[in-house]
Structures are given as structure tokens and as C-alpha cells.
């Protein structure tokens, strides 16, 4: 642990309540981030996988105090700022910063790119008039934008320039640590490596530290050090790229990685791939202990009982846990893996029609399919 | 290019060019631009602007039509102005739109009339507007306990019977214009506020204004310079369409004796005047009416011509 710790979330936990109707407010609540602790170290960048709706983009939203916490605490270089209010944050604003998702959502359409970019700098009182006119046209041109399109709106740019334009307000304040949430997962796919390539320039240059939020695991892989796989809510692996990669242990990590495509169709018709039992639970009511345990092939009946921790497991290094009790060893093969829980406790599949199985089952077919 | 199939191509590529150079040109504008571009082809609007270019000449050289014909505004001409019955005159070279019950000239009531018209038109028009936007603005991005206050209020207000109110405040103070376009701001604003937060609510959700947040831009930066450009249409149209409104609530104010006191020349207190005389005096209860009807149908059609030209895609009201 060399490098110093910008943020650290400590068990955080996130409930929504659920509304039930106007007047009444149920005692149910969504479980958005149940728990999870996590370390940023100056300098890198950790990734956030995870499907849709399982808590990365609301972890993110409390780590930039977007949002408040239900319980836990955020320290950022040290301060705890997770119970202040937004107008005490001042400094912190400045210093973390978030891109957005949705290029067209994230930019106002009545204002001028210049406005949108200057912002920053008039929020926090740090230049005007002239000052500011030309420090946006440099933000502009670090971003690979024309400096002379100052005056033009959002609208009259297409949604690669535009998330340029989010990266160039996020970047104007020369932050400390970005959380980028899902920065390319609406663009084009064409137009996705050089966002990406931009980030990770700027990066360079400006010596940031990135929370890169994505469900595509192979966007990820190519910008981060260190990852973090959430599922409903929990952590339920981590550690170095490279690591995770190679050894992925949680039945959850194996699956993922085996949905990830290849390039070459040899190599993607020799591999496994995984398809897991039925859809994400309600995070209403997740299931107890291990929340993967309804899903899970190698599910046995202590992990509807026993929570799993976060730890290393099977000789990993130490910054490569786990929360898993039956870790999947390097080779292991999880298509003849049976869950061990009776069946009222686990998703069944129904019994495949003869056309999904054809799809699905087959490993021939399925190599055709990635030919075709 | 050599073979006589390149000739078309090569039109079509000039077509090309001129279709780049053309899209250069729409590509400079903004969208007030292109809303002017718009308004210019509506010919009912571009008519109703130049009625209301004409209505505030004539306010603002109310004087000239004074000295030109000579009567002052509050002067009564009894040996001129009145007939030997003691009624009023009809038109003629000397009084052009007649004269009234006290021998006074018409035509240049109405035109002094046109100032307090247009000025309560205008002001409270905009204090009503200015509140709405501010407490609709409030309501919308606030929510909670200052959106459940505002939305009472509007819901208190927009049930009050407005000239049974008017008519009590009016009976505490004196009549004016000051009370006048506190009245009509008064009840004016919670139909804007709620347009306003309504608009607000879709607003606020949308990401650049957690983009805002994230910033760590205050709550009053996101309402006025994220939020309020946002539903700048809107209230611009609300806006014009308030204008005639306000002025015939004016004129009624003054018609039933709550507005402007006598003898201040006003077309809502001219019409009163001329009650029990139009069967004599047909001039004294038109020439006003016109004038009223006129400007009002021109605010109107002009704020109809501004929804269009600025908000295309809005359907006719």
C-alpha cells in the first residue's frame, strides 16, 4: 500500500425506500449498495463491473456525495465526507469530479459549449471574463475539440465530441480523482477506443485517479489496474486486473468472463461459457447469506446459511478476495457443476425447448454462430 | 469522369457542395434565429406586431394627439364638446372620435388611455411572471416541504374569486395602479408557478443538472442558469399571451370603479362612462370598446405567432 489512499468507502450502505403510493411509504427498500468497502489509491484506476442494477453507478453517486449514505462512511485524502452537507463539500467539489453516462443527457441544450466548459471555473470563483474564455479553449484543445466551436451549442456536436466536452468540465479543474460512469457505453463502438485512449492520455497527463464504471468487462480490462465485481449490491470479488483475469474465482467472475467476446473464434468456441440459472433477484428482498446462491452452479447448502467473506482464497495474493466458500480453482470446469441446495432455494431453469437448445446448449452451434 | 456518366455525377456533386454550403449556413444559427426566421413568415403575427408598434406609438405620443387637436386630456369643452342638451358630440372635424358626457375629446382619452393599458399590461404582467417563475422554480427543484407550501398556496389562490377579492382589497386601500398590478400579480402568479414547476419536475431529473451538482453548484445556480433556460419558451409564450389578460382585467377593474381613480383617461373607465349614453352616443362606448378589442386580439395572435415560431412541435391551444 505505497501509494497514498485518495478515497475510502467503508461500508457503505444504500437503501431506496420503496414507494408504494402517494401517502404511504412501505418498509421495503431496495438494497442498491449493501455493504461494500473499497480503497483508491493515488494514481490508478479501479474499475466497477457489474450488471445493470447491481449498485456500481449508486456507489458512485455516494462516493461523489451525490447522494447520501444510509450507513457507512466516505473519507476522501483523510476527511470523512460522508455526512456533510452539500454546500460544506467546497473543496472536495473541485477535487473529485464525474463524467457521465449519456452525452446527450449530461450537457444542457439551452447552454453554450463554452458556458458548459466555464462552469466550473464560475462555480468555484477561479476565473472570468477573458481568463476564463481562455482556459476553457485550452480545456477544449487537451480534449481534441476545435477551440473555435466555443459558441456553439451542445447540439450542433456529435456524441463522441460531446462526451469530449463532459471529459473537458470534468478535467477543467485539474481533479484529483474522477469517477467515470459508464463513459462509453453509450457512444458508438467505433468511437469508443478513443474515449478511452483520451482518458487514459489524460491520465497520463494530468496524473489523475479514475473509478471507471462499466458492465463491459473488456472496456474495463483495457483501462484498469484493479477491479472490483459487484453483484446485488456486494462485492463479490476483487483485486489486480490481471489477477482477476487469469484466475477468476468467484462462480460469478467465471460466468461474466466467459460472456466476454473474443476476437478470435477458435479460442471462443474452445472455451466454456457459462449461462447462469434465471435473472438478478429483486434487490427488494436479496437472498440471504451468499446473494449469489440461487444462481450459482456449485451452490451448496451452507451458502444460503453462511455469508462469505471477502478474502483470498485458494493461495491468491492478498489484495485478490474472494467472497465465495467453494472458490473455482484454475481449470475447473463449472458445466458439470451441480448446486448441492434443494430446490426451493435455487433457480431452476425451465426445461429448454428444442430450439434453445440448439442455441444455447450446444458447443457446435455456438462456434457457428461466432463464425457467422 | 471521362465517359458521358460523369457528367451527372458531376451535377450531383455540385448539388453536394451547394447542399454543404447551405447546411453551413442553417448550422450558424441559433434557435432564437430560427425562431425570427419563423415569425418573419407569419404573416397574422408580423400584422399583430406592427398593431402593437402602432398602439405603443400612439402611448408614448399621447401629447401630440393633445396638441394637435388642441383639447387636453382632462379638459372638458362644455360649449364645444356638448350640445345644446348637454350630450355629447359626435365625430366630426373638431372632436375626430366624438367627445364624451363631460365635452371631453375621445381620441385623446383613448390615446392616454393606451399608456395605463400598456404599462399595467406590461408590469404586471412581469411581476406576476417574475413570481411564478421564482416560487414555480422553487417548488419543482425544492420538493418536499417547500414544494407541499408552494402547491397549496397556488391551489389557495387559484380558488379565490378574484373580483370579490379585488373588490374587499380595494375597499382597504384606495384604487390606483400601484393596487391594481398588486391584484393582478397576486393572482396572477400560481398559474405560471405551476406551469413552471411542472416543467421544473422533468427538468431536475435530467443528468447535466447532476452534472451542475456535482460541481458543487448552489441550488439557486442550478435553478437560474441550468433550469430557468430550460423554460424560457415557455414562459416567453406564457408570457404574451398574459399580456392581453392582464390588460382586459385592467380595463375591468376599472370598469366596475376598483382601478384607476377618475380623471385619469382609461378605456376600462371610458367603456363605464359610457353606459348610460350609448343609445345617444354610440362613439362613446365604440371607440374605446375598439381600442381595447383591438389591442388585446393583436397580443393575443402576436403570443400565438411567438409559441409557433419558438416551440414548433407545440400543438394549437
Same mark, same amino acid.
Not at chain 2, 39 to 64: E, H, N, Q, T
Given at each position: 500500500?505505497?501509494?497514498?489512499?485518495?478515497?475510502?468507502?467503508?461500508?457503505?450502505?444504500?437503501?431506496?425506500?420503496?414507494?408504494?403510493?402517494?401517502?404511504?411509504?412501505?418498509?421495503?427498500?431496495?438494497?442498491? *449498495?449493501?455493504?461494500?468497502?473499497?480503497?483508491?489509491?493515488?494514481?490508478?484506476?479501479?474499475?466497477?463491473?457489474?450488471?445493470?442494477?447491481?449498485?456500481?453507478?449508486?456507489?458512485?453517486?455516494?462516493?461523489?456525495?451525490?447522494?447520501?449514505?444510509? %450507513?457507512?462512511?466516505?473519507?476522501?485524502?483523510?476527511?470523512?465526507?460522508?455526512?456533510?452537507?452539500?454546500?460544506?463539500?467546497?473543496?472536495?467539489?473541485?477535487?473529485?469530479?464525474?463524467?457521465?453516462?449519456?452525452?446527450?443527457?449530461?450537457?444542457?441544450?439551452?447552454?453554450?459549449?463554452?458556458?458548459?466548459?466555464?462552469?466550473?471555473?464560475?462555480?468555484?470563483?477561479?476565473?472570468?471574463?477573458?481568463?476564463?474564455?481562455?482556459?476553457?479553449?485550452?480545456?477544449?484543445?487537451?480534449?481534441?475539440?476545435?477551440?473555435?466551436?466555443?459558441?456553439?451549442?451542445?447540439?450542433?456536436?456529435?456524441?463522441?465530441?460531446?462526451?469530449?466536452?463532459?471529459?473537458?468540465?470534468?478535467?477543467?479543474?485539474?481533479?484529483?480523482?474522477?469517477?467515470?460512469?459508464?463513459? *462509453?457505453?453509450?457512444?458508438?463502438?467505433?468511437?469508443?477506443?478513443?474515449?478511452?485512449?483520451?482518458?487514459?492520455?489524460?491520465?497520463?497527463?494530468?496524473?489523475?485517479?479514475?473509478?471507471?464504471?462499466?458492465?463491459?468487462?473488456? *472496456? *474495463?480490462?483495457?483501462? %484498469?489496474?484493479?477491479?472490483?465485481?459487484?453483484?446485488?449490491?456486494?462485492?463479490?470479488?476483487?483485486?489486480?486486473?490481471?489477477?482477476?483475469?487469469?484466475?477468476?474465482?468467484?462462480?460469478?467472475?467465471?460466468?461474466?468472463?466467459?460472456?466476454?467476446?473474443?476476437?478470435?473464434?477458435?479460442?471462443?468456441?474452445?472455451?466454456?461459457?457459462?449461462?447462469?440459472?434465471?435473472?438478478?433477484?429483486?434487490?427488494?428482498?436479496?437472498?440471504?447469506?451468499?446473494?449469489?446462491?440461487?444462481?450459482?452452479?456449485?451452490?451448496?447448502?451452507?451458502?444460503?446459511?453462511?455469508?462469505?467473506?471477502?478474502?483470498?482464497?485458494?493461495?491468491?495474493?492478498?489484495?485478490?478476495?474472494?467472497?465465495?466458500?467453494?472458490?473455482?480453482?484454475?481449470?475447473?470446469?463449472?458445466? %458439470?457443476?451441480?448446486?448441492?441446495?434443494?430446490?426451493?432455494?435455487?433457480?431452476?431453469?425451465?426445461?429448454?425447448?428444442?430450439?434453445?437448445?440448439?442455441?444455447?446448449?450446444?458447443?457446435? %452451434?455456438?462456434?457457428?454462430?461466432?463464425?457467422? | 469522369?471521362?465517359?458521358?456518366?460523369?457528367?451527372?455525377?458531376?451535377?450531383?456533386? !455540385?448539388?453536394?457542395?451547394?447542399?454543404? $454550403?447551405?447546411?453551413?449556413?442553417?448550422? !450558424?444559427?441559433?434557435?432564437?434565429?430560427?425562431?425570427?426566421?419563423?415569425?418573419?413568415?407569419?404573416?397574422?403575427?408580423?400584422?399583430?406586431?406592427?398593431?402593437?408598434?402602432?398602439?405603443?406609438?400612439?402611448?408614448?405620443?399621447?401629447?401630440?394627439?393633445?396638441?394637435?387637436?388642441?383639447?387636453?386630456?382632462?379638459?372638458?369643452?362644455?360649449?364645444?364638446?356638448?350640445?345644446?342638451?348637454?350630450?355629447?358630440?359626435?365625430?366630426?372635424?373638431?372632436?375626430?372620435?366624438?367627445?364624451?358626457?363631460?365635452?371631453?375629446?375621445?381620441?385623446?382619452?383613448?390615446?392616454?388611455?393606451?399608456?395605463?393599458?400598456?404599462?399595467?399590461?406590461?408590469?404586471?404582467?412581469?411581476?406576476?411572471?417574475?413570481? !411564478?417563475?421564482?416560487? !414555480?422554480?422553487?417548488?419543482?427543484?425544492?420538493?418536499?416541504?417547500?414544494?407541499?407550501?408552494?402547491?397549496?398556496?397556488?391551489?389557495?389562490?387559484?380558488?379565490?374569486?378574484?373580483?370579490?377579492?379585488?373588490?374587499?382589497?380595494?375597499?382597504?386601500?384606495?384604487?390606483?395602479?400601484?393596487?391594481?398590478?398588486?391584484?393582478?400579480?397576486?393572482?396572477?402568479?400560481?398559474?405560471?408557478?405551476?406551469?413552471?414547476?411542472?416543467?421544473?419536475?422533468?427538468?431536475?431529473?435530467?443528468?447535466?443538472?447532476?452534472?451542475?451538482?456535482?460541481?458543487?453548484?448552489?441550488?439557486?445556480?442550478?435553478?437560474?442558469?441550468?433550469?430557468?433556460?430550460?423554460?424560457?419558451?415557455?414562459?416567453?409564450?406564457?408570457?404574451?399571451?398574459?399580456?392581453?389578460?392582464?390588460?382586459?382585467?385592467?380595463?375591468?377593474?376599472?370598469?366596475?370603479?376598483?382601478?384607476?381613480?377618475?380623471?385619469?383617461?382609461?378605456?376600462?373607465?371610458?367603456? $363605464?362612462?359610457?353606459?348610460?349614453?350609448?343609445?345617444?352616443?354610440?362613439?362613446?362606448?365604440?371607440?374605446?370598446?375598439?381600442?381595447?378589442?383591438?389591442?388585446?386580439?393583436?397580443?393575443?395572435?402576436?403570443?400565438?405567432?411567438?409559441?409557433?415560431?419558438?416551440?414548433?412541435?407545440?400543438?394549437?391551444?
Amino acid at each position: 500500500m505505497s501509494p497514498e489512499v485518495l478515497l475510502r468507502a467503508v461500508d457503505v450502505v444504500k437503501h431506496f425506500p420503496v414507494q408504494s403510493s402517494q401517502l404511504r411509504r412501505s418498509r421495503e427498500v431496495v438494497h442498491a *449498495v449493501d455493504g461494500v468497502s473499497l480503497e483508491i489509491r493515488q494514481g490508478e484506476t479501479v474499475g466497477l463491473v457489474g450488471e445493470t442494477g447491481c449498485g456500481k453507478s449508486t456507489l458512485a453517486r455516494c462516493m461523489a456525495r451525490l447522494q447520501d449514505l444510509t %450507513s457507512g462512511t466516505i473519507e476522501f485524502e483523510g476527511e470523512d465526507i460522508s455526512r456533510r452537507k452539500p454546500r460544506q463539500l467546497g473543496r472536495i467539489r473541485r477535487d473529485m469530479q464525474m463524467i457521465f453516462q449519456d452525452p446527450y443527457g449530461s450537457l444542457n441544450p439551452k447552454r453554450r459549449v463554452g458556458a458548459i466548459i466555464g462552469d466550473p471555473f464560475a462555480i468555484h470563483d477561479i476565473a472570468d471574463g477573458k481568463e476564463r474564455k481562455r482556459r476553457v479553449q485550452e480545456m477544449m484543445e487537451l480534449v481534441g475539440l476545435n477551440p473555435e466551436h466555443y459558441n456553439r451549442f451542445p447540439a450542433e456536436f456529435s456524441g463522441g465530441q460531446r462526451q469530449r466536452i463532459g471529459v473537458a468540465r470534468a478535467l477543467a479543474l485539474k481533479p484529483k480523482l474522477v469517477i467515470c460512469d459508464e463513459p *462509453v457505453s453509450a457512444l458508438d463502438v467505433s468511437i469508443r477506443a478513443q474515449v478511452l485512449n483520451l482518458l487514459v492520455d489524460l491520465q497520463k497527463q494530468l496524473s489523475l485517479t479514475y473509478v471507471f464504471i462499466s458492465h463491459d468487462l473488456s *472496456v *474495463v480490462r483495457h483501462v %484498469s489496474d484493479r477491479l472490483l465485481l459487484m453483484y446485488l449490491g456486494k462485492v463479490v470479488e476483487s483485486g489486480q486486473s490481471r489477477d482477476l483475469y487469469a484466475h477468476p474465482r468467484h462462480p460469478y467472475a467465471n460466468a461474466l468472463l466467459s460472456a466476454v467476446p473474443l476476437p478470435d473464434p477458435r479460442k471462443a468456441a474452445e472455451r466454456e461459457k457459462i449461462v447462469l440459472a434465471g435473472d438478478v433477484p429483486s434487490p427488494i428482498r436479496p437472498p440471504v447469506a451468499c446473494r449469489f446462491h440461487p444462481r450459482c452452479p456449485k451452490a451448496q447448502p451452507r451458502c444460503a446459511e453462511v455469508e462469505p467473506l471477502l478474502e483470498p482464497r485458494l493461495g491468491d495474493p492478498v489484495d485478490h478476495v474472494t467472497a465465495c466458500h467453494f472458490p473455482v480453482a484454475d481449470g475447473e470446469s463449472l458445466r %458439470s457443476a451441480q448446486s448441492s441446495l434443494p430446490d426451493d432455494l435455487r433457480v431452476i431453469e425451465p426445461e429448454p425447448t428444442p430450439e434453445t437448445v440448439d442455441v444455447v446448449g450446444s458447443v457446435g %452451434s455456438s462456434e457457428e454462430a461466432d463464425k457467422s | 469522369m471521362t465517359n458521358p456518366g460523369a457528367l451527372p455525377t458531376s451535377e450531383v456533386l !455540385g448539388e453536394a457542395i451547394g447542399d454543404e $454550403a447551405v447546411a453551413h449556413v442553417i448550422e !450558424g444559427r441559433s434557435t432564437w434565429q430560427l425562431a425570427w426566421a419563423r415569425f418573419r413568415k407569419d404573416r397574422i403575427a408580423m400584422v399583430s406586431a406592427g398593431v402593437i408598434v402602432l398602439v405603443v406609438l400612439v402611448a408614448i405620443f399621447a401629447p401630440v394627439f393633445a396638441s394637435l387637436t388642441g383639447h387636453g386630456v382632462n379638459e372638458q369643452f362644455r360649449q364645444t364638446g356638448l350640445n345644446a342638451y348637454g350630450l355629447p358630440e359626435p365625430p366630426s372635424g373638431r372632436f375626430l372620435l366624438g367627445s364624451d358626457d363631460l365635452g371631453r375629446d375621445i381620441l385623446v382619452r383613448i390615446a392616454y388611455g393606451a399608456r395605463i393599458s400598456l404599462f399595467v399590461g406590461v408590469v404586471a404582467t412581469l411581476l406576476t411572471v417574475a413570481i !411564478g417563475a421564482v416560487l !414555480g422554480l422553487m417548488a419543482g427543484y425544492f420538493g418536499g416541504i417547500v414544494d407541499s407550501v408552494i402547491a397549496r398556496l397556488v391551489d389557495l389562490v387559484l380558488s379565490l374569486p378574484f373580483l370579490l377579492f379585488a373588490i374587499s382589497l380595494v375597499s382597504v386601500t384606495q384604487p390606483g395602479l400601484t393596487i391594481v398590478i398588486v391584484v393582478i400579480g397576486v393572482f396572477g402568479w400560481a398559474a405560471v408557478a405551476r406551469i413552471v414547476r411542472g416543467q421544473v419536475l422533468s427538468i431536475r431529473e435530467k443528468e447535466y443538472i447532476e452534472a451542475a451538482r456535482s460541481l458543487g453548484a448552489s441550488a439557486w445556480r442550478i435553478m437560474f442558469v441550468d433550469i430557468l433556460p430550460n423554460v424560457l419558451t415557455q414562459l416567453i409564450v406564457y408570457t404574451t399571451l398574459l399580456i392581453p389578460i392582464t390588460i382586459v382585467l385592467e380595463a375591468t377593474l376599472s370598469y366596475l370603479g376598483l382601478g384607476i381613480p377618475p380623471p385619469t383617461a382609461d378605456w376600462g373607465q371610458m367603456i $363605464a362612462e359610457s353606459q348610460n349614453l350609448y343609445q345617444q352616443a354610440w362613439w362613446f362606448l365604440v371607440f374605446p370598446s375598439a381600442a381595447l378589442l383591438i389591442t388585446t386580439l393583436a397580443f393575443n395572435l402576436l403570443g400565438d405567432g411567438i409559441r409557433d415560431a419558438l416551440d414548433p412541435g407545440l400543438a394549437r391551444l
